[in-house]
């Protein structure tokens, strides 16, 4: 398995399978074809039926200048992945220079060429559940060691992660007024911090803070992908509220966000963290999982509690659809993320109840995840033409 850092991205919202990976792309592009004087890109499938929504067209536009063409073909569907994208540049006489088809899988992260990741690197030589636990029990040590003693550098990452999801969450909390784009969806995160002052009711703080995160990433803002931008707003949802009431230190903190860091590496590597790819179950399913497992190394859950932990929180979400409505990372992605925070607290205390022993593996539920995945319609899959995105809704 890669390096956890390749999960947690720190870049710009509101979508890392749209914005990072085609903003990745494009400046990979043009650094190859500096001398080009016109370039023209293709969104396939699922980039193509969402990218509006998702800014996709932007960022190109932004990246490349203004003598470029973005052309939507959501009918064309490349073979590897659904979303996919393909560059052309031109020189001055309008001749074809160079092209380049690539993938954007989710998370960031691009793939060039069948089956081939760009930059995926062996840091972790074990790519299942069962055999970390395995090792981790022989050597009597925990999952966050297990993390430490495959990347000794992790902790000054994951300071710059834990910072920056602090950060977006403050930006959040305080903002008013509407949203881009058509739905003029209001932001509601000061509101639930406001009724969180009145109360001191953590809960509204959890509320609050996912929310804060979710609508910054919505806005376009520098977020954390956990694993996704879509799903941004999960962890720091907990995170923000158990530093600000001083419940764990900063160190704990981080730690925990190493330990959720294996667990969504775990999917990203056997399954997929990909929206287009298996839906939402794949987004916010998977960040559930990784915050649920946050949750439970915070509350001191040993090993096979915090597998538990992560696998009831990714079982219960198995089958979600990515539908957002008119392409937009807002409804149901930001209200969804601030639900799923607790979901995740509910499920870690849930395994904490046990000894740790269950029915369903983790490695099992993401097996489960991928296939339903695959058979889920295209529909359901960020493309915006089925389920929620169908819906009428009251203004
Ligand atoms: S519905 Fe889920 S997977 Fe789809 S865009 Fe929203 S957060 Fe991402």
Partial sequence: MDS????????????????MGPKK???????????????????????????????TDKVILDTLGKNTTVSFL???????????????????????????????????????????????????KLNCMADILKYCEDKNISLYDYVLENE?????????????????VEGGLVKEGTLPGPLHVNRRAKVAYNKYIETKDIDKLIFASALAASEENANGEVVVTAPTCGSCGVIPGILYAYFRR???????LIEGLAVAGLIGNLVKHNASI????????????VACAMA???????????????????????????GMTCDPVLGYVQIPCIERNALSSKTAIDCSEYARMTDGQHYV?????????????KDLKEAYKETSLGGLAKTTLNK
């Avoid at 990909?274 to 399913?285: I, K, M, T």
């Fill in 4 to 19: 956890i850092k390749k999960l947690y991205r720190i870049g710009n919202g509101p979508s890392s399978s749209h914005t």
């Fill in 25 to 55: 792309a494009a400046d990979i592009f043009l650094a190859k074809n500096k001398d080009a004087k016109s370039f023209k890109v293709n969104l396939y499938g699922s980039l193509a039926s969402t990218g509006k929504g998702h800014l």
């Fill in 74 to 124: 959501p009918d064309v569907i490349k073979p590897f992945h659904h979303n996919a994208l393909e560059f052309f540049s031109y020189d001055l006489e309008g001749k074809l220079m160079d092209r380049w088809l690539v993938y954007s899988i989710g998370g960031g992260e691009i793939v060039d060429g069948a089956n081939k990741y760009s930059d995926d690197q062996e840091v972790y």
């Fill in 152 to 168: 000794e550098d992790i902790m000054s990452y994951l300071d710059q992660v834990f910072t920056q999801m602090i950060s977006c």
């Fill in 246 to 252: 001083g419940l764990y230190t900063k160190k704990e």
């Fill in 274 to 285: 990909s929206g287009a790819e298996v839906g939402c179950q794949g987004e916010v399913g």
């Fill in 292 to 318: 649920s497992s946050m949750d439970a190394y915070l509350h001191k859950a040993t090993n096979k509690q915090i597998e538990y932990a992560a696998e009831i929180a990714l079982e219960h979400h198995l």
């Fill in 361 to 373: 593996s983790l490695d099992s539920v993401i097996q489960s995840m991928a296939q339903t995945g």
